[in-house]
């Protein structure tokens, strides 16, 4: 067990943001992980998954338990059916290829999402119609005061949209350890009504998708909207798209005929908030070394030296424009530190 005193947390973001821990230590087993939350309790903690999901404002004045548990293994398995056990370090979309190579079904909708699986069922990744909640039996976690492990079901997780209790009353409280998911071995339940994939597969002439076409599908569309993080710092979607009223959104059609919609409820829909975005008049706009991607508005790029700072006032100019313009409010999907 090495702890590294004032490390460097630019490799570790995707956003590439220049900030230091005061302490940094590489987790690869769990008996590290208990002997550090042992003998570390008393400092602040702070816990470091694939990076992919924050925005770095400062350096973090505590230890930085970077967790890299890897492993995957089936648990149980039917004939349709398999359920499959990975370690929080596995990177998402890895898992989603290990899953394909296998014909594995129902998360290839979410195919090329950052991240590692351990933060997975804390932000309840989602994409093209499918949540990770739509797969998710259960999770172990440890509990960073007392080291138990506790197993938590999908009931327990209180799943909303891009929500969980990780992200709010159990806040801290544990570290997610692994993921059980449930997916399909045959008669694969595919979610191909999604426009963009609808509209991807069309032109690849693919009539009868299979599980693995979805996914090519999602990574083309994908690729062609989202910056890598490798060649220019983002952390994908950084707003959520916000769900509002009916009647809300009969007022905002008043001035916006073309304004795009997804039906939640019979009185919510949900508006994307890249058209929002866009619409106000910040799709492409660039300030100094960051900006917003000039092919999709919902994703804050760093162009290289841009501190966190920057893409924060950069989102509150954002939110506060689109609330002046629209009556809107958009909420940040990306977890500000």
Same mark, same amino acid.
């Given at each position: 067990?090495?702890?590294? *005193?004032?490390?460097?947390?630019? =490799?570790?973001?995707?956003?590439?943001? $220049?900030?230091?821990?005061?302490?940094?230590?590489?987790?690869?087993?769990?008996?590290?992980?208990?002997? /550090?939350?042992?003998?570390?309790?008393?400092?602040?903690?702070?816990?470091?998954?694939?990076?992919?999901?924050? #925005?770095? %404002?400062?350096?973090?004045?505590?230890?930085?338990?970077?967790?890299?548990?890897?492993?995957?293994?089936?648990?149980?398995?039917?004939?349709?059916?398999?359920?499959?056990?990975?370690?929080?370090?596995?990177?998402?979309?890895?898992?989603?290829?290990?899953?394909?190579?296998?014909?594995?079904?129902?998360?290839?909708?979410?195919? #090329?999402?950052?991240?590692?699986?351990?933060?997975? =069922?804390?932000?309840?990744?989602?994409?093209?119609?499918?949540?990770?909640?739509?797969?998710?039996?259960?999770?172990?976690?440890?509990? @960073?005061?007392?080291?138990?492990?506790?197993?938590?079901?999908?009931?327990?997780? *209180?799943?909303?949209?891009?929500?969980? /209790?990780?992200?709010?009353?159990?806040?801290?409280?544990?570290? /997610?350890?692994?993921?059980?998911?449930?997916?399909?071995?045959? +008669?694969?339940?595919?979610?191909?009504?999604?426009?963009? /994939?609808?509209?991807?597969?069309?032109?690849?002439?693919?009539?009868?998708? %299979?599980?693995?076409?979805?996914?090519?599908? @999602?990574?083309?569309?994908?690729?062609?909207?989202?910056?890598? =993080?490798?060649?220019?710092?983002?952390?994908?979607?950084?707003?959520?798209?916000?769900?509002?009223?009916?009647?809300?959104?009969?007022?905002?059609?008043?001035?916006?005929?073309?304004?795009?919609?997804?039906?939640?409820?019979?009185?919510?829909?949900?508006? =994307?908030?890249?058209?929002?975005?866009?619409?106000?008049?910040?799709?492409?706009?660039?300030?100094?070394?960051?900006? @917003?991607?000039?092919?999709?508005?919902?994703?804050?790029?760093?162009?290289?030296?841009?501190?966190?700072? $920057?893409? #924060?006032?950069?989102?509150?100019?954002?939110?506060?424009?689109?609330?002046?313009?629209? +009556?809107?409010?958009?909420? %940040?999907?990306?977890?500000?530190?």
């Amino acid at each position: 067990m090495t702890i590294i *005193n004032n490390a460097s947390l630019k =490799p570790f973001n995707t956003f590439g943001i $220049d900030a230091n821990a005061q302490s940094y230590c590489d987790i690869r087993s769990m008996e590290t992980l208990k002997n /550090i939350l042992r003998e570390q309790h008393s400092k602040p903690l702070f816990f470091l998954g694939g990076g992919s999901n924050m #925005l770095l %404002t400062k350096d973090i004045e505590a230890l930085v338990l970077h967790i890299n548990l890897k492993g995957i293994e089936v648990v149980s398995e039917t004939d349709d059916s398999v359920i499959i056990k990975a370690m929080a370090g596995e990177n998402w979309h890895n898992f989603v290829l290990w899953c394909l190579k296998h014909n594995y079904g129902g998360i290839e909708n979410l195919s #090329l999402i950052p991240g590692n699986m351990g933060t997975a =069922p804390i932000q309840n990744i989602g994409a093209y119609g499918v949540e990770l909640k739509d797969v998710f039996v259960s999770c172990e976690a440890i509990n @960073v005061n007392h080291q138990n492990l506790k197993i938590f079901s999908k009931s327990d997780c *209180n799943f909303g949209y891009r929500e969980s /209790i990780f992200k709010q009353d159990l806040k801290g409280n544990y570290i /997610i350890t692994s993921v059980n998911l449930k997916l399909t071995k045959n +008669n694969h339940k595919l979610r191909v009504d999604y426009g963009a /994939i609808k509209n991807e597969l069309h032109a690849l002439q693919i009539v009868n998708a %299979t599980i693995q076409d979805i996914s090519n599908a @999602v990574i083309a569309i994908r690729q062609s909207k989202l910056p890598d =993080p490798k060649e220019i710092g983002n952390s994908g979607s950084f707003f959520k798209n916000p769900i509002v009223s009916t009647e809300v959104f009969k007022t905002l059609q008043t001035n916006f005929s073309d304004a795009p919609s997804y039906a939640i409820s019979a009185d919510e829909v949900k508006i =994307p908030a890249g058209w929002l975005i866009e619409k106000a008049g910040f799709k492409g706009k660039r300030f100094k070394d960051y900006g @917003v991607h000039d092919k999709q508005a919902l994703v804050l790029v760093n162009y290289g030296n841009a501190s966190g700072k $920057d893409i #924060l006032e950069l989102a509150q100019l954002i939110q506060k424009t689109v609330k002046r313009l629209f +009556n809107i409010k958009i909420e %940040t999907e990306v977890n500000i530190l």
